[in-house]
């Protein structure tokens, strides 16, 4: 089974970046399509960016041109790199995928935007 641990979370100050990394377990990651989503206080959990085996890209409209996700399947990590950071961007963010039919997420990392 496919563990998920994500890290790179903080405090940013709006305008700053931040790269968030998932590290995965297990040696099938290079064929497992990953995904980033994100849950803000008090609002439901949604979908930020995918990245399939092959590299194909898909962003959520709200975070198109500041978000940036890629993979290392040599270090079994998936990546989400987040610019021009606002405070709508405070949440848990978590990564995803789908093994064997089943959906594995990781425990979250929080990321605060303030001033």
């Known amino acids: 089974q496919v563990q998920l641990v994500e890290s790179g979370g903080g405090l940013v100050q709006p305008g700053g970046s931040l790269r968030l990394s998932c590290a995965a377990s297990g040696s099938i990651f290079s064929i497992l399509t990953m995904r980033w989503y994100r849950q803000a206080p008090g609002k439901q959990r949604e979908f930020v960016a995918r990245i399939s085996s092959g590299g194909s890209t898909a962003y959520a409209d709200s975070v198109k041109g500041r978000v940036t996700i890629s993979r290392d399947n040599d270090k079994n990590t998936v990546y989400l790199q987040i610019n021009s950071l606002n405070p709508e961007d405070t949440a848990v963010y978590y990564c995803?995928?789908?093994?064997?039919?089943?959906?594995?997420w990781g425990q979250g990392t929080l990321v605060t935007v303030s001033s």
């Open positions: 995803q995928t789908l093994n064997s039919n089943l959906v594995v």
